[in-house]
């Protein structure tokens, strides 16, 4: 009996805030996508990866599972790894096995955090973080493992209307606080997961096709801001009065794990797949803060 041709996405990690980004771009596109979180897909669970690719033979598999918990995953290094390092290299043989593509989500956390320009895709990683160390380890088996075929896509500061995020909490944060004191002194490139989602199909995309070469990619909104400026942006969109942001540093938050201090991300291999970088993060966030307040809005009201 010949094998069933591969056909259709899977993502791994659906429930989360981009997987459900994903999952709903690909439907509005006509592509046919099986959604799975955690209870259909533990990562963590060899077997488990090995079942979902067998079971539903996508020809693109992206990995939305994460441990994101970048303070917890200090006291917690095994749990961390488990999910960030090794559930990616169980994907990666599964995806071996059936042929599929791998696209890879990972973070600016893999830098050190402490350039004085945008980090390329090429630039060597120096994570100072439990996190950062884990999505290392997740990067590095799918490029091992799959080096023609593995795809890893580093973001940051990612924000939409299906999650928690910091742009949800300042909206939240404006209607019960008179002031808010946010750090100004860590420097990134806040990314709409609509962006994002968009260019991961893209990607996956040009990948089936043979015209995005593997290897690593950054996509994030460009432009570079603060988590100060970004506050301010958003009270302003809100109509509230951005004075109501306080400038503060992070060494007065006293968080287990360091933030990068700049950890802006250059754009430039996608060039090799035929695209160009993604639009500027004011723009993004202008289009999506509706769809933003309104998730804000019945989140205050299901309390």
């Not at 580093?154 to 019960?176: D, E, K, P």
Request: aromatic share 6%.
């Amino acid at each position: 009996m010949s094998p069933i041709p591969a056909a259709g996405w899977l993502v791994a990690g659906a429930d989360g805030m981009l997987g459900r980004e994903l999952t709903a771009r690909l439907a509005l596109q006509g592509i046919a996508v099986t959604a799975l979180g955690r209870a259909a897909l533990d990562v963590t669970d060899p077997a488990s990866a090995r079942a979902a690719v067998a079971r539903h033979r996508p020809a693109v598999v992206v990995n939305c599972a994460a441990w994101t918990a970048v303070d917890a995953a200090e006291s917690h290094p095994a749990q961390a790894m488990e999910v960030n390092g090794a559930g990616p290299a169980h994907l990666a043989h599964a995806c071996r096995r059936s042929g599929a593509r791998l696209l890879q989500l990972s973070t600016d956390y893999v830098f050190a955090g402490l350039a004085d320009r945008p980090y390329r895709e090429d630039d060597p990683p120096g994570p100072r973080t439990v996190y950062g160390m884990t999505k290392l380890a997740g990067e590095r088996a799918v490029l091992g493992i799959l080096p023609e075929t593995g795809y890893v896509v580093r973001t940051a500061w990612l924000y939409g209307a299906g999650g928690r995020n910091f742009v949800s909490t300042m909206i939240r944060l404006a209607a019960g606080r008179d002031t808010v004191p946010v750090v100004d002194d860590q420097h990134g490139q806040p990314t709409w997961t609509a962006d994002l989602a968009d260019r991961l199909v893209a990607l996956g995309t040009a990948a089936l096709r043979d015209t995005a070469p593997a290897g690593v990619y950054h996509a994030t909104n460009t432009g570079g801001t603060t988590w100060y400026a970004l506050a301010r942006e958003t009270f302003r969109l809100l109509g509230a009065d951005p004075d109501r942001i306080r400038p503060t540093s992070s060494g007065a938050l006293d968080r287990p794990a360091p933030r990068p201090g700049f950890s802006l991300l250059d754009q430039r291999r996608w060039q090799e797949a035929g695209m160009g970088p993604l639009r500027e993060w004011r723009e993004a966030l202008a289009e999506a803060f509706p769809a933003l307040r309104d998730a804000a809005g019945r989140a205050e009201q299901g309390r």
